[in-house]
């Protein structure tokens, strides 16, 4: 019994170390291969580092505002006895807008008028009798004086039926009106607002370093949402600028004037300006996707031949400006150099690459200002 039960062992012994030998062997064999596989190289789209004359700007925010904006408001108490103008009509200058019930004040003026014939009259005669001695010159100043009074008078009521009637003080649009016919209106009371919108302007302010190099006449780039959610570029120029700096954030004011005559923006409308200064630098530019950015700094892989062809080899680089797509490299690669566009997440140190599309990262654009 004690030798089959040995046998049996020996037997099953021999059978697993076979399995196994079997398996360790197939393993082994598998490692051999891999160890001389070669991965297929990365294709991605490379491009090269190229120079561009850039023009040294500086960018600010800022909300367009009317050329002109006025709220039109009642100069004198009074009922609304005529509105003549509808909310957003665009009037021309000196239209008349309201007319408010001068009734009473004409009252008034025929009497003022007529106090003023007869001191008229009583003046003229007196005077006669003062050239002939017959008066003394006291009683023809109280005459004089009277005279005066009723002068003064009229121009007091014409001047206040003047104001019954409101004209527009220049040319524009309307906004919405606020009162109605047979309203009673106090001195104050606003009846609508009028905005010139021919023309817009929009202040903004620039660091300190930049006051001494921004001049009347300078271009402006604004860029705004349009009416139609594209994003609308319009450029104007500088038309003025604060005599001094705000002590607090050492920033200057600059106002910037653009025409809006196809009346597409209104005031209100927010903006990214850009100022177009004199001067132009020369700069090495690269498309903004080519940068890996991360905390602990900015890379670019460099496509370069290696052993067995081409290798991926990231580079540190500090970049500047960045400009319609593009980004200004200030140190960590050169003009001529290749770099990957895309496909960087696939990448690592010494990966091999095959450059499937080779693109320019840049192009000279000398006095580009649409940069």
Known sequence: MFKRLLLATLVLSAVMGGIFGTIITGIQQEMEAMSGFVP???????GLVTTADWPEQTHAVGDLRAWQD?????????????????????????????????????????????????????????????????????????????????????????????????????????????IDVGDYLKEGTLIANLQDLSQLYVDFTVP????????????????LQSD???????????????????????NLKIRARLNNTDQRFVPGMFTNITVILAEQREVLTLPETAISYSSFGN?????????????????????????NGKVEVISGLKAGDQIVLTGQMKLYPGVSVIVSENKASGEKAVGDTDQ
Do not use: C, W
């Open 208 to 223: 300190e370093q930049y006051a001494s190099k921004i001049a009347q006449g300078m271009k402006v780039k604004v860029s």
């Open 70 to 178: 006025s709220d039109i408001a009642a100069q004198i108490n009074g009922e609304v006895e005529q509105i003549l103008f509808k909310s957003g009509d665009f009037v021309k200058k000196d239209q008349v807008l309201v007319i408010l019930d001068s009734e009473v004040e004409q009252a008034q003026l025929k009497r003022v008028q007529a106090q003023l014939k007869l001191a008229q009259l009583n003046y003229d005669r007196n005077l006669e009798l003062r050239q002939n001695k017959v008066i003394s010159q006291n009683q023809l100043d109280q005459f004089l004086t009277t005279l005066d009074e009723a002068k003064a008078q009229e121009q007091e009521l014409k001047a206040s039926i003047s104001k019954k009637s409101l004209s527009a003080p220049f040319g524009g649009q309307m906004g919405l009106r606020t």
């Open 40 to 46: 297929p190289p990365v294709p991605v789209e490379a």
């Open 299 to 323: 890379t670019a892989y460099m496509v370069q031949q290696g052993e067995k062809g081409l290798i991926a080899l990231p580079s540190f680089v500090k970049t500047g400006e960045h400009r």
């Open 228 to 250: 139609d959610d594209n994003q609308a570029v319009v450029y104007g120029e500088v038309i003025a600028r604060d005599s001094k700096l705000d002590l607090k954030t050492r």
